[in-house]
């Protein structure tokens, strides 16, 4: 049952996010903003893939035991191009709001994304092993929740200011996002059925996506 129902949820997710973010890049009408949230949600899409299709796989046939370097390679995989999400969406913030300038913040956004890349490549993560070290994914996850938190600050405040109603749960999708994400990293390991929290952390990515595309519809006429 549980193959089932998380492999129908995975490809539902798949599909749609990558769905949406080829509508967008489509239906942009030359805005860059939701081109770029168009190739935000494709990343999203396309990098979740190499763990989540792996993933199907294994609980559909022989079982998860018998998948761990899939499953390890679509896990470093997917971190770094969650790490590429993130910089989308900043450049996203930069367009909506017009924003010009700030090159400090700018760097700051690609420190801690290339630090998060880097800790990502160390060999000390074990990707190929059945359970990496958990000092290790404490300390990739660092750079990439402050990354987050930077994100959440700047489409909170930005949204507030101008009172853009479209986007002014964008910060909560985030936060909600890395609130279900963090759990599963400390604790996943010794308390197996957190890692269900997953299932919530994707649904807020599913709504980052939804309010990018529905306010495309809404500003581009589509």
Not at 3 to 24: H, K, Q, R
Not at 135 to 157: D, E, H, K, Q, T
Request: aromatic residues 14%; positive net charge; contains cysteine.
């Amino acid at each position: 049952m549980q193959a089932i129902m998380e492999t129908l949820f995975d490809t539902v997710y798949l599909i749609s996010v990558i769905t949406i973010g080829i509508l967008m890049i489509r239906g942009s009408k030359g805005d860059r903003q939701f081109r770029l949230f168009g190739w935000m949600a494709v990343v999203l899409g396309a990098g979740d893939s190499f763990h989540l299709v792996p993933r199907a796989l294994a609980l559909c046939t022989t079982g998860l035991e018998n998948y761990t370097v899939p499953l390890g390679l679509g896990k470093w995989i997917t971190s770094v191009t969650m790490t590429v999400f993130y910089v989308l969406l900043y450049y996203v913030w930069r367009q909506r709001y017009q924003i010009r300038g700030l090159k400090s913040l700018t760097a700051a956004v690609y420190g801690l994304a290339g630090a998060r890349v880097a800790l990502c490549m160390m060999p000390q993560n074990q990707w190929l092993n059945a359970k990496g070290p958990l000092s290790w994914g404490i300390y990739r996850n660092i750079p990439f929740a402050l990354l987050g938190l930077l994100v959440v600050v700047l489409f909170y405040r930005s949204a507030k200011e101008r009172g853009d109603q479209a986007f002014c749960h964008m910060w909560l999708t985030i936060v909600l996002s890395f609130g279900f994400y963090i759990p599963v990293v400390l604790w996943a390991d010794a308390i197996p059925l957190i890692g269900m929290l997953m299932i919530p952390k994707t649904c807020a990515y599913v709504w980052t996506v939804l309010i990018g595309y529905f306010a495309m519809k809404k500003e581009c006429g589509n």
